[in-house]
């Protein structure tokens, strides 16, 4: 998601800006807050520099004519000009702010929809806290550049050139002076530029991996404090924050540096300007009002490139940020949809097959999950998959919701491979109910309808009742519309639970995997949820990842996984019978005797 160390300072030398050049597609989409702000950039600028001319008119004629009435035109003049400068820059504030906040929503709508769309690969690596900071700091700085630091450049970059325009024309001799010093002062800002931005890159790293830390400490504080852990949490996080300091301090130095270099130079020449015009007038070769316009005009043009030499570390600042923003543009998914999808069939009738299936993690490449992984369920059919920790279980769902593909073999539903079929038609086919529910902040009823957007409130009463849900929510505070908090932190685990297989029910997919469903469920929710599933099991296939045996006693068929492979098959009774069984020894390890054979008489 970065560059590497070594590639990463050869890229910022030959691209110094260009990271920016990304901004311009959300500039040219709203040309008229652009085409306002230039305008106002122009007469702003174009007012600034007619005024130097005024002041030596009315020190050559107004003073030495001593006409009143010309010095008081001259004044009113001025109070006009300044009017409008005035003027010209309300609307310039007006129109680059405004164009600053929309891009920067733009950019964060558009930088969050694609994150969104990125793989499971991606996140195996990404931490979701550096990927928060990407959205919030570094985009508030294209909205510092976008919105302030590009206007105040531009106007900077037209006073300069405007104002060296016009010492030429007052004075040629006086001006070469000023332009010989400006590549002694442009030369060095480059160049000093890059170690700015490399430094604000470090600045901005650095912040983002204490915002990640903060972020993960902060979900996790109960944790902490119930290990006591709070000083942990603070020191590290004291730490982080102290580098993030050092980062932007030595980021601030060379910036410091850089703007003390250049306003000396350009002011050393500026004097330089004053004491080579003050000759002339006392030789009589150049009026007083004519040194008071050329020395206006260096001032101008002094500001501008002292102001320029600061805009340029707010650049290169923003320049570090949108490499950051690009580079999370510019992540391609790793699971995508084909180009030409294989339409699924309708109605869909629920079968799954995988063919000599094998797949690794890849941030365990040498280590595969699933190997040569081969069964068929038919439709309607209830399997369940057991094993020890490890042996692949769960890779088997990630594999069928398109998480992954296999490296080898393919994945069927319906009799059409999973990657030949649209992305979001393969993954409709399936409701899921993990072990760890993801609960968000909102409302009772909004996360049960977060399994099929828009659904009725009917809908989703319904579905909370077959899950055994709608009790406990209409006794919450303001029923189906009470807030559950982040991570749904005001429910206990198993009204959690029964939330997911609302969802489930509320989605009415034709697959239905179910992780262990029922694990955080006390034993009278267990008997009413696990009859509210045997409902919606019915006429559905059904995949069910057990860790508890007691919960598939009734499965069609079992399949014992370890180490990647089904190694075992059957029903719980025949399964239970066989002689040092890998399935026969988890159920001695969970059933006692007696429990052992009412269960396999149960299942019998």
């Given at each position: ?13 030959r ?7 990304r ?8 040309k008229?807050l ?9 007469v702003?600028?174009a ?25 008081n ?10 009017a ?10 007006y129109?680059?702010i ?17 994150v ?30 976008v ?9 900077n ?14 004075s ?12 002694i002062i442009?030369l ?13 890159r ?7 991996d204490a915002t ?6 902060i ?12 000083n ?15 980062a932007?301090?030595?980021?601030a ?22 004491w080579?015009?003050?000759q ?7 009026s007083?009002?004519?040194?008071g ?8 043009a002094?500001?501008?490139l ?5 805009v340029?570390?707010e ?5 570090g ?12 998914p790793a699971?995508?949809s ?22 690794a993690?890849?941030t365990?490449?040498?280590d ?9 369920i038919?439709?309607g059919e ?19 919701l ?7 073999g393919?994945i069927?539903i ?7 079929a ?18 968000f902040?909102?409302t ?5 309808a977060?399994a ?14 077959a ?12 029923g ?5 908090g ?8 198993g ?12 989605r ?10 029922t ?5 009278e ?12 099991m019915?006429?559905r ?11 598939i ?48 008489g149960?299942?019998?």
């Amino acid at each position: 998601m970065t560059d590497t160390p070594s590639d990463a300072p050869q890229k910022r030398k030959r691209q110094p800006l260009r990271p920016l050049a990304r901004m311009w597609p959300y500039l040219r989409q709203y040309k008229g807050l652009v085409t306002g702000a230039c305008i106002a950039l122009v007469v702003a600028a174009a007012t600034t520099l007619s005024l130097p001319t005024a002041v030596r008119r009315m020190i050559d004629h107004g003073f030495s004519d001593s006409d009143g009435q010309l010095i008081n035109n001259y004044f009113s003049m001025l109070v006009v000009l300044a009017a409008l400068l005035a003027a010209a820059s309300a609307a310039r504030y007006y129109f680059v702010i405004t164009l600053g906040e929309r891009v920067v929503s733009d950019v964060r709508r558009d930088v969050f929809a694609h994150v969104m769309t990125l793989s499971s690969s991606f996140f195996d690596n990404a931490m979701s806290g550096e990927i928060v900071s990407r959205l919030t700091a570094d985009t508030t700085q294209i909205k510092s550049v976008v919105g302030a630091t590009a206007s105040v450049a531009l106007r900077n970059i037209i006073l300069c050139f405007g104002a060296l325009a016009m010492m030429v024309y007052t004075s040629p001799s006086l001006s070469g002076i000023v332009i010989a010093a400006i590549p002694i002062i442009v030369l060095p800002m480059v160049a000093f530029g890059r170690k700015v931005r490399a430094r604000s890159r470090n600045a901005q790293d650095t912040l983002a991996d204490a915002t990640a830390y903060a972020s993960e400490a902060i979900g996790s504080v109960r944790s902490f404090q119930a290990f006591t852990n709070e000083n942990l949490a603070t020191s590290r996080f004291a730490r982080a924050v102290e580098l993030a300091f050092e980062a932007a301090r030595t980021s601030a130095k060379a910036r410091a540096g850089l703007t003390a270099f250049a306003i000396f130079l350009i002011f050393s020449s500026v004097v330089a300007v004053l004491w080579f015009g003050a000759q002339k007038v006392l030789t009589g070769s150049m009026s007083a009002g004519t040194l008071g316009q050329f020395l206006l005009y260096a001032v101008f043009a002094a500001g501008a490139l002292g102001a320029l030499s600061e805009v340029w570390g707010e650049l290169q600042l923003a320049a570090g940020a949108a490499e950051r923003l690009s580079e999370l543009l510019d992540e391609e998914p790793a699971i995508l949809s084909p180009a030409n999808p294989v339409a699924l069939p309708e109605p869909a009738e629920g079968a799954v097959t995988l063919e000599n299936v094998s797949f690794a993690y890849p941030t365990r490449p040498d280590d595969r999950a699933v190997k040569n992984l081969s069964f068929s369920i038919r439709p309607g059919e209830t399997v369940a998959v057991a094993g020890p920790s490890g042996a692949g279980k769960s890779t088997i769902f990630a594999l069928l919701l398109r998480q992954y593909d296999p490296s080898e073999g393919r994945i069927l539903i319906d009799g059409v491979d999973l990657r030949d079929a649209a992305l979001d038609a393969a993954r409709g086919r399936f409701a899921i109910v993990p072990q760890d529910v993801a609960i968000f902040s909102g409302t009772a009823a909004d996360n049960i309808a977060f399994a099929r957007p828009g659904a009725t409130r009917e809908a989703v009463i319904e579905a909370a009742k077959a899950a055994q849900a709608h009790d406990f929510i209409e006794a919450l505070p303001n029923g189906y519309d009470t807030e559950v908090g982040e991570r749904g932190v005001t429910l206990s685990g198993g009204q959690r639970q029964r939330i997911a297989i609302a969802r489930a029910i509320l989605r009415d997919a034709p697959v239905l995997l179910l992780d262990e469903a029922t694990s955080a469920l006390d034993a009278e929710s267990e008997k009413l949820v696990q009859k509210a599933l045997e409902r919606l099991m019915v006429g559905r296939t059904t995949i069910v990842i057990a860790h508890r045996l007691a919960t598939i006693l009734k499965a069609d068929r079992i399949l014992v996984m370890q180490d990647g492979h089904i190694v075992e098959e059957g029903t719980h009774a025949s399964l239970a019978r066989r002689t040092n069984g890998i399935y026969s020894r988890l159920a001695k390890l969970q059933f006692d005797t007696g429990h052992d054979e009412t269960a396999v008489g149960a299942a019998e």
